[in-house]
Nanobody, 124 residues
Framework: QVQLVESGGGLVQAGGSRRLSCAAS????????MGWFRQAPGKEREFVAA????????YYDVSVKSRFTISRDNAKNTVYLQMNSLKPEDTAVYYC?????????????????WGQGTQVTVSS
């Protein structure tokens, strides 16, 4: 089992920045890819970004590619999502996820473990 705990959410003004963290515990050696997803009120969950823990290759949704950066610190079992130039449409609950296969994917059903989420609210 892998446990994931997100932190760093909160209220931020449009144009501002925020960094989310996802701390993993448990059988973390079984996780090869970590991802961030988000779900806005009344909308379906959507993919944001993913990173391979080995090698660090990344994959972004086009809506965030120039503004968000995913990174990892394997020594700390932590993945980060640096969010810059935030927009009101970025308001959502952000979820961290882990999968036990080593290729990047944007499909949520291909992730095995999920955190509880952290709320990010961007005011206009």
């Amino acid at each position: 089992q892998v446990q994931l705990v997100e932190s760093g959410g909160g209220l931020v003004q449009a144009g501002g920045s925020r960094r989310l963290s996802c701390a993993a515990s448990g059988h973390t050696f079984s996780s090869y890819v970590m991802g961030w997803f988000r779900q806005a009120p009344g909308k379906e969950r959507e993919f944001v970004a993913a990173i391979r823990l080995s090698g660090g290759s990344t994959y972004y949704d086009v809506s965030v590619k120039s503004r968000f950066t995913i990174s990892r610190d394997n020594a700390k079992n932590t993945v980060y999502l640096q969010m810059n130039s935030l927009k009101p449409e970025d308001t959502a609950v952000y979820y961290c996820a882990a999968r036990t296969r080593d290729w990047l994917t944007r499909r949520g059903d291909e992730y095995n473990y999920w955190g509880q989420g952290t709320q990010v609210t961007v005011s206009s």
